[in-house]
C-alpha cells in the first residue's frame, strides 16, 4: 500500500524558513514526479512544485524563487525548501507522487502557519 508521510510543518514568522519532507513506500519501481500541493481554508488545493526523475522543476509563479523542490531516491524522499515566507503562504501542504501510468497519489498534509 502506498504512504506519503510528511513532516516539517510548524509556525514561522513571515520572512522565516521551514523545511518540509515526505517520505514514500509501497512501490516497487517508484514515483516518476514528486511534488507539493498546499491548500488554504476555502480554496482548492494547487501544486506549487514538482520534480520529475531526472531531476527538472516546475514552479508555480507565487512561489518561484522562494521555494526549492529536491528529492533523493535513495530515500524515497521528497523536499521542499520554503523560504521568505509570508502569510499568504498559510496553509496545508500536501506530497504529492505520480507514478509512469499516471496514478497519482497525496499525503495526509502538514499545516504551514506564516504570521504577520
Known amino acids: 500500500q502506498v504512504q506519503l508521510v510528511e513532516s516539517g510543518g510548524g509556525l514561522v514568522q513571515a520572512g522565516g524558513s521551514l523545511r518540509l519532507s515526505c517520505t514514500t513506500s509501497g512501490t516497487r519501481v517508484g514515483f516518476n514526479t514528486l511534488g507539493w500541493g498546499r491548500q488554504a481554508p476555502g480554496k482548492q488545493r494547487d501544486l506549487v512544485a514538482t520534480?520529475?526523475?531526472?531531476?527538472?522543476?516546475n514552479y508555480e509563479d507565487s512561489v518561484k524563487g522562494r521555494f526549492t523542490i529536491s528529492r533523493d531516491d535513495a530515500e524515497n524522499t521528497v523536499y521542499l525548501q520554503v523560504n521568505a515566507l509570508k502569510p499568504e503562504d498559510t496553509a496545508v501542504y500536501y506530497c504529492?507522487?505520480?507514478?509512469?501510468?499516471?496514478?497519482?497519489?497525496w499525503g495526509q498534509g502538514t499545516q504551514v502557519t506564516v504570521s504577520s
Open positions: 520534480i520529475s526523475r531526472t531531476g527538472t522543476t
Open positions: 504529492y507522487a505520480r507514478r509512469i501510468d499516471s496514478v497519482y497519489y
